[in-house]
């Protein structure tokens, strides 16, 4: 095996370890920073704190969808997938695994897929 796929893979996981880090480290922050939405007596300042902590709701549902992929993209390196769209079976370009290591698909099958 060419030692330069070796180099990029754990490059790769190394990203996406940091990424994943740095996930649970904003989860772990969380509780906090609800409980101090909570003080406000006023009713327009009651609303904007509601919309925000919807909005803190919908954050923490896109972290743990983000935490799941990251960790099938772990998986996937262990497995010697990693890199392979799911969809084609064509190599993810590495412009594309930079911007979103955790890619399942390459740029075609994924615009296929949300176009649907
Ligand atoms: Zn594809």
Redesign the pocket.
Known sequence: MPTVVKIRKSSYRALLLKKRNELLAEVKRGPEALATNIQSPDAVEFAIKAAEQDLTARTADLRSRVLKEIDRALERVARGSYGV?E??G?DISQARLKALPWAR??V??QELISRN
């Open positions: 769209c969809g084609c064509e698909y390459c075609r099958c």
